[in-house]
Each structure stands twice: as C-alpha cells, then as structure tokens.
C-alpha cells in the first residue's frame, strides 16, 4: 500500500509538471510567484529577503477517500429570498469578516465540487480521485490509530464490560489494566460528567510526568490546562493577551492560518516575522527585533511571540542555541512565549532533536517566575494523528496566581473538555512501557508510521526538487513541505486578468489539472520577493 | 439507592433549618434578601417587580462523589515572586476580568477546600460529605449512561473488534449493526480524523431526521453545527453578533451565567429581562418591550432574544402561547431568536410539553427565509447526561448564504468537534426504535432515569415550600429550583458588614453548617425586591 501511495505521489507530481498549461502555454507550470497578502497589517519591510513560496504539500499519505462534503455547494436555502432578515454581512461582527483559514479555504471548496461532479461523471476529469493534501489529518488518508490507545478509550466509554471473560480475550492486559487505572482516577467512574475545569487530576498527574521524563525538569499538573485540540488553548490564549487592535503578537510567516485567524478574531495585529527559506526556514534574532521596533514605531504593544517547532507549514526543526536566544529575546523584551510543540513527536532526520522551550528556558536556570511560556501539545499529530478526538493540553508556567486564576475561570465558562480527549492526551504522553503486554506491538505500529511519514516526506521533497523551476527546503519535521515555484511572467499576467492570486491560480489550475489539493503559500501570508 | 438518596436529601434540608445561625442567632436560617448585582449593565427598571431569590438546587440525585479538586489550593507557584512577569492582571483583557461563572464560583471553591480538609480531619465538620448542588452534572451523581449509546461509542473507538466473535457475546446486536452504519458514514471509516467542520454528513442527516420526527417539519443537515457540547455554540453566535458595547443580547433573569459570561467575553452588553416569579417564572411581551425600549434609549443596539425553554435555573416550561408571541415580537423587532432548548427531554409535569421553537414558528406560517432562529442542544442534559462527552448542535434557520459562509468559517478554525460526541449527538436524536434488541431495556433506563428526576424535583418542591420563609415554584422542567428564601435583617447587616451579598453569606453558612453546595441567586443576576 505505501510502496502504491509513494508511486502514485511521483506520477502525479510528474504528470502535474508535464501537463502544458491552457493559459499560458507553458510548456511546465513550473515557475511561480506568490503575491503579498494584503490582509497582514505590516507588510514585509524587514531587511530579510522575502521569500517566493508557494505550495504546501502534506507528506503524508496520499492515499485519499472523500473527506469533504462542501455544505455551500447546493444547500436547500440558497434559493430563498433573506431581505428581511435581522443579519447581513454588514451587520456581523466585522472581525469575523477579516478572519481567514486558508486550509480549508476556497481550493478545498472548489476540490469538493468537484468530487461531487466526478461520482456523477466518472471519466470527464484526467483523474479519478481528489487527493485532498491540504492539511494535517492523517487517518483520514489512511493512517491506522494505534490500537492501544483506542482499546483503552473503547474500555473507559463502555466500562461495563470491564469484568467480562470476553474482553479478556478481546483486549490487551494492559490494556485493561490502564483502563482501570484511568477510572479509578474519575469519581464514580463517571466518564459521562464534567470534570474539573483543566481536567481530571490523575490525568494532568500522568502528563506532568511525561513532560517530565521528556524533559529532565520538574512539571506540575496545576499548570496543565487539557483543551479539545491545541485550537481552543490557541483561542483562549489570544483572548487573555489582546486588548484591542493595538496589541500585537509577533508571529512567523510563513504560518499555520490558526494564528492569523485566532489574532483577527480578537481583534488584535499580527506583527509577522519573516522565516528564511535560504536558510532552511531559519528563525533570526535580528528579524524578530526589526519587526518588534518596526511595531512599537506604529504603537502596537507587542504581547508575544509565536514559535512554531518544528515548523508549520515550513517542516524545519529549531537548533537548540537558535531556541536559546529566543528565551533571551523574550526574558528580555518582556514576551510571552507561545510555543507550538504540537509535531514534537515529528523528526525525520538523524541531525536534529525536538527539545521543549520548558527544557531550554529551565537549562538556561529561568524559573517558575523568571519566564512566561506556554507549550501547546495535541493529540491530533505526532505518530498518533488522532485529530477528530480533539484532546490537547497547554502547560502554563510563569504566570502569577492572579492571572492563573483568570485563566480557569475562562475555562470554567466552557466547564471542560471532552473526557476522551482527556484520556487520550494523557495515554500519549503515558504509552505502554517496556515489558507491557502491548508495548512490542505498540512499538512496531509507532516506528511504522513515523518511519513511513519520513520516507514519504524525503520522496516528495526529492522529487520536488528534481522539478524545474522548484526548489524545497529539507523535511526536517512536522507533516508538510513548502516548495518555491517560479512561474513565467505570462502565468502571472493570467493570474492577475483572473483577479487572482498567481499561486491560487497554480493551485486551481494544479487541483483542476490532477485533482491534487494543495494551499497557495499565500494563505500562510507568504509573499512575494518581487 | 434512590430511597436513600431522597431520604437524605429532605435531612438535609430539615437540618440546614434547624441549625441556627451563629451570626445572626435566628433560630432558623429561613429568611433572605438577595442583592443587586453591579455587573448587569441596566438595573432593575422595570415595573415587573424584581423577585427575592436565592438558592439553585438541583434536583438531580443528591448522591455525591467528591467531584472537583480546587486547582488553586495550594499550587507550587503560589510561593514564586511574579515581579518581572509581562502579564498582570492589569495588563490582561478586561474583557476576561469583567466575565463571571458562578456555578463554578466562590462557592463551589470553598467546598473544594473544605472537601480536602474533611479527608485529613473527618470528624471536624458537622458533615460528612460535600453534597454538589451547584450543577447540572448527573452521571457525578451516580446516574449511569444509557448502555447502548455506551456500546455504539465503545464499538466506533475501536472498530477492530467489531467482527470478533467475543463482540457478539459482550455487546447487543443493535449496537453492532449501529456502530457499523456510523463507520460506513465516516470516510475510511476513520474515527480519529477531522471531519467536515459542521460535523459528519451523515451523522447530521440522523439529526435532521429526528428533529423532523419531533416537529413534524422539515430539517435539512446543512443547518447543523456540531459542537463540542452546547457552550461553544452560543460562543459562536455571540461572536457572530457581537460587534461592540453598544450591540446588546435580551437574556431572561435569573439566567444560566454562560450568556452573561460570553457575551462579556465578546465585549457587548446583557439587556435583562425579568422573569415574573409570581407567575411561576412567566416571560412577559411588556416586559421583553419595556427592556427593548429602555436599551434602545441608551444606544444599545439589539441584536437577539435568549429564551431557555425549559428554564435554566428556574425550571418553568414555556406555553404554547407565550412562544407564539415571543416568535411574534422577534419578528417584529427584527430580533434573531437563540433558544436554548437542551432540557427538551426533561419534563415533570403532565400539563405541560416540550414545543421547539423551530415547529412553533413553522406552525404560525414563517418559512427558512422568513425567521432567524437558532436552537441549541446537548448531550449533557436530557435523561442521557453525557456531560463529559461534550456533544451537542445548533440547528440554524433563516440566515442568509453569506452569513452560513463566515459561520461556517469560523467553525473551520477549529476545524471540527470531537467525533465521539457527534455521534453521540446523533444516537440521542435517533434512538433504538420499537423492534431493536436494546429498544425495552433502553426505555427502561429512560424512564428509570425520567421518573427518578421528576420524584425527587418534586420531593425538594414540597420540601423548600413547607419550610418557614421559603418558597418555591413548581419544578416543570429542566433540572433545578429556584427558591426564594427571606431573610431577617440581622442577617442582611452581617452580611454586609463581611463585605458580601446576603445570598452568598446564606450560601456559604449553608455549605459551612451542612456541606450542601448551592449557588447564590445573585449569580444567575437575580436582584432584590428591596
């Protein structure tokens, strides 16, 4: 099956380079330009090159089943007449106007029409299925969960067959064993009631251990706050930080749109950060001061900074002094330090190591009130890629009790997150141990999927590479790659008659052209050099 | 069990009467006065008279586990020294400072802390066990969940079993065939992948379904948002909504402190209404449009009308009537309509039912593009009480495709809610039928669970209103009461001069005297008729 989905990513890549484009009449869309996003408040002024990037490719499986069906395409209520309703675009929230999530944005939507059209025309298209790479969502392209998890999840849904002769025979010892574990940590067993508002205690225990073991420091279950995914901690944080328009977080570009989007909902600025691409996606102390002046200058209060390691959509993998320095730039400029950690699990090549901003900032002897940072964790990525269970956690530290206390009363408001989220955050930062009953084959399906996703990760990035006019940089971590691609200056011009983005207008014409689902770079706020 | 818990339950309340007072020396603790709370935006105006009225209890089984451990007790960052930290409580939202919760308030943390000290000093209390009213939370009550639904949860986490043979003996067979057409709607049959953003198409076909089985109209999947129960929705409607301080909400009080809480957190304003005790908790026009003008004066835009039917905490069922002219005066008013309906299942009385908003408005002639309206629902409530499993929906009617857009992505950035409980959310509206294996023992467990909530709504009635000083109107529905409780003027200068809200010193001499949690009044908004 992998062998088939490596093939087939290199025939369509192939076949994507080698179809003349209708527009221009290149004989290979295979020169690209990105167009700057106007909806980024500060435009690229910094001193770094910016960067012409393109495409997001998800390096995970494409072997693809339907995934979207588009609610716009043909909804009973397109046909009537709403003048005298009380809403209108107008009339909303405005900050929900400026919001914008380009991966599941209008090429998501395009690709679903179609999907739709090809099951009633098979055979009018040069493909025959959509490969939907457009975002992180693993089991949907055939990743399998790992099977210890979930025997633990169905056991804590369904304790009563705990006891049973035949669940002895259906599910692992340990399985069993944990299950129980997990239970007798739940009041009444009540896997059906609302928790304590950051989670059930033994659970955030279980995590606090594990960050512990990850990172040689102490960790403490009262900084644990489990959400439902990484997205809600992401929310929460934006919410507690921004006061108005004029409170800034500093944020990398090329980004994963949930902060952009986040940050506009709360109606605050994004202050970008231009990552560069010579530099393999290098992250440089200079560039974050150039943008923090270049903010102050225009009376944005810069709050925080956003890191993403490893890196989203951009898949490189921070170097620990890199790591150190950005401590000492936020210690030093008063920064919150918001770090995305969600694809920690995510390495694939031998040189470079995952090490936590918790380990980093505590190794540089900051303590509990030296240093505010939170660590957002999921369970959506990883080897697990269990994204529709939406568990996550984020560790608070550094934060005073005054402050804290804010925080769970917000939590409160939504009384807690799902209770199987719960379990599973704590079961992937708790897997089975050596000399467990599941713990060889726990190993096997883990080291399958995380050597598999490195394979596929370094095929793609080579044949990216071997493409004219394309560069990538090396897949160092997460889930994507994000290629330079040149386009001619006639693409260009089509693009722009199409009142268009040039890199929208190759990825349309890309999705049209295999039925590969990619995002334009610009909806990472990507921008042009030109 | 029952038995006892009913038995304890009216000890509880005798004893709490006969304790004196030791502030107040009254014999019996039986008189109160709440205070106007400061944080409503427009006081009591109106020439309803605002209602005496104190104390939430639920009248769910008072059988308790310990259920909440404080996380602020003693945490190890309590002793750290935050002087250098970027963030104060100055610094933050004040959006977040101004929101309140207080069903998870003051309260409820001095039970926590008294919960810990009874572990290490049994003895030292005139109690031996904190009773949790503050809540709708029954399954921490030792309700149990519904077997199928746990089944078909169980069978979807983990589909592999589903052919074993062992399966058939430990799971009934309609669960089996359930979770198998569940999987055959999920693309790949992958649980632990995202979904579309509304929820999974099929699932919401199910939903559809029972909503028209229950109404009698149509409903269309493409009206449905799942949600990660009930609360994340009535957030995205706000933030929908909400575009400043001057865009205000109409909110029943006393009202469930989510509406409060959210729309603070969206930065708009709570324009109360005031329901009339007198009248068994009656919403009156006059009221909803001497409210509306007296906002309109001061420049508040309003934009919707919340109305909890059945009510939340004051447990009335709305007349078929009162929904005609409530749908009448929306209309009129250009007003869009958030009915929260999640306590549809919990009914306890034979002269009054369950109407949805959606089939009232259907019935008086108004189409999709005639009427906006939005109904909420969760698997929290009802006799399922899932609240762990975070599931819910909101079926949203008469908005315009422009508007389904940005709902739609806004739900995007979060990508999707937890699968578990959109399937859950499916079971609930589409049940074993007559014929299904599991269908007698399952009505069995809901009217076990039905008729058990109805007996001990109506125990605590009878009990609250044969107490000197106390009244309290009839439990119709949902799962609280609402007594008034009058209390002497000694009292009412103790608590004044301990600095806080008559209702919160009874509430807390209540918890110290008996270990029995409630909620003050105060904080569903309720004033004085002082």
Redesign the interface.
């Known amino acids: 099956m992998r062998r088939f989905v490596v093939e087939k990513s290199r025939n369509l890549i192939t076949r994507t380079t080698r179809s003349p484009c209708s527009t221009c009449s290149s004989p290979k869309a295979s020169s690209f330009l990105v167009s700057p996003r106007p909806s980024y408040p500060t435009s690229s002024s910094s001193s770094k090159p910016s960067i012409n990037s393109s495409l997001r490719f998800l390096a995970a499986s494409l072997l693809n089943?339907?995934?979207?069906?588009n609610?716009?395409l043909f909804?009973?209520?397109?046909a009537?007449?709403?003048s005298?309703?009380?809403?209108?675009?107008e009339?909303?929230?405005?900050?929900?106007?400026r919001?914008?999530?380009a991966v599941?944005g209008e090429i998501v939507t395009l690709a679903q029409e179609l999907e739709q059209d090809l099951k009633k025309n098979p055979g009018a298209y040069p493909f025959d299925e959509i490969i939907y790479c457009n975002?992180g969502?693993?089991?949907?392209l055939?990743q399998q969960?790992i099977?210890f998890f979930?025997?633990v999840?169905?056991?804590c849904?369904?304790p009563?067959?705990l006891d049973?002769s035949?669940?002895q025979?259906?599910?692992s010892a340990d399985a069993i064993e944990r299950a129980f574990q997990i239970l007798d940590q739940i009041?009444?067993r009540?896997?059906?009631?609302?928790?304590?508002?950051?989670g059930i205690?033994g659970l955030r225990d279980a995590i606090a251990a594990g960050i512990e073991a990850r990172d040689g420091y102490p960790a403490?279950r009262?900084?644990i706050f489990l959400t439902?995914?990484a997205?809600?901690a992401v929310?929460m944080m934006m919410?507690?930080?921004?006061?108005s328009e004029k409170d800034g977080i500093l944020c990398p570009i090329p980004q994963y749109p949930?902060y952009s989007?986040?940050i506009a909902?709360?109606g605050g600025t994004l202050v970008p950060y231009y990552l560069d691409e010579a530099t393999g996606w290098g992250l440089e102390i200079s560039e974050l001061k150039n943008q923090l002046e270049t903010a102050k200058s225009k009376g944005i209060s810069v709050?925080a900074l956003v890191v993403i390691n490893p890196g989203n959509p951009t898949g490189q993998v921070l170097a620990e002094d890199n790591q150190r320095e950005i401590v000492e730039f936020c210690k030093k400029e008063?920064?919150?330090l918001l770090a995305d950690e969600v694809y920690q699990e995510n390495i694939y090549v031998p040189d470079k190591q995952f090490h936590s901003f918790k380990k980093i900032s505590r190794s540089m002897g900051y303590?509990?009130?030296?240093f505010?940072l939170v660590s957002f964790q999921s369970v959506?990525k990883g080897y697990y890629?269990?994204?529709?269970?939406?568990g996550g956690y984020m560790e608070v530290?550094?934060?005073?009790?005054?402050?804290?206390?804010?925080m769970?009363?917000?939590a409160?408001?939504?009384?807690?997150?799902?209770?199987?989220?719960q379990i599973l955050a704590s079961l992937v930062m708790n897997p089975p141990k050596v000399g467990d009953e599941s713990y060889e084959s726990y190993m096997a399906e883990k080291d399958g999927i995380l050597s598999s996703l490195a394979r596929r990760a370094k095929t793609l990035e080579d044949a990216l590479n071997k493409l004219e006019g394309v560069t990538c940089n090396r897949a160092e971590g997460a889930m994507y790659l994000f290629p330079k691609i040149e386009l001619p200056q006639k693409a260009i011009e089509a693009a722009k008659a199409a009142n268009t983005a040039p890199d929208a207008f190759y990825a349309r014409h890309l999705l049209n052209a295999t039925g590969v689902v990619v995002v334009p770079g610009s909806g990472f706020g990507q921008v042009s050099s030109s």
Do not use: W
């Open positions: 089943p339907p995934l979207y069906c609610p716009l909804p009973s209520f397109m009537f007449n709403y005298t309703s009380p809403l209108s675009v009339t909303i929230n405005p900050k929900v106007l919001c914008e999530y599941r975002i969502n693993p089991q949907s055939g969960p099977t979930r025997e999840l169905a056991l849904d369904h009563l067959i049973s035949e669940t025979a259906l599910f009041p009444g009540a896997t059906g009631a609302y928790s304590h508002s950051q205690r403490n009262d900084d439902d995914g997205s809600p929310h919410q507690l930080l921004i006061r949930l989007a986040s909902l709360h709050r008063g920064l919150v303590g509990e009130s030296d505010s959506s890629g269990e994204c529709g269970k939406r530290t550094g934060f005073s009790p005054e402050i804290r206390e804010q769970y009363k917000v409160s408001v939504n009384l807690c997150s799902n209770i199987s989220g």
